[in-house]
């Protein structure tokens, strides 16, 4: 299983970005999806996922902000960011869960400029 992700970027704060991330070879349904992050000097952290068909979770700090989304057909997982701050910046990583075996892609950089 391979993930590609894209649409990083240099915004500033207040602005928007759509990461998206599409997952090739052996994708079985019933799967994960979603999106951490690592901030320099901090520990990765999970930004969203989807369970299953489309029940989203997020975490505390993204929520009413970050909107996680997936298209089945294409095995891709995207993020909408809006209202972001500079606290967002991070490289953000998506990955999917697979029968208890996790995949991730290559990461992507977000920076937010105040």
């Known amino acids: 299983v391979q993930l590609q992700a894209s649409g990083g970027g240099l915004v500033q704060a207040g602005g928007s970005l759509k990461l998206s991330c599409a997952a090739s070879?052996?994708?079985?349904?019933?799967?994960?999806m979603g999106w951490y992050r690592q901030a320099p000097g901090k520990r990765r952290e999970l930004v969203a996922r989807?369970?299953?068909?489309?029940?989203?979770n997020y975490a505390d700090s993204v929520k009413g902000r970050f909107t996680v989304s997936r298209d089945n057909a294409k095995n891709a997982v995207y993020l909408q960011m809006n209202s972001l701050k500079p606290d967002d910046t991070a490289v953000y990583y998506c990955?999917?869960?697979?029968?208890?075996?996790?995949?991730w892609g290559q990461g992507t950089l977000v920076t937010v400029s105040s």
């Open positions: 990955y999917i869960l697979i029968q208890g075996t996790s995949y």
């Open positions: 070879g052996s994708i079985v349904s019933h799967n994960i």
């Open positions: 989807i369970v299953g068909e489309n029940t989203p």
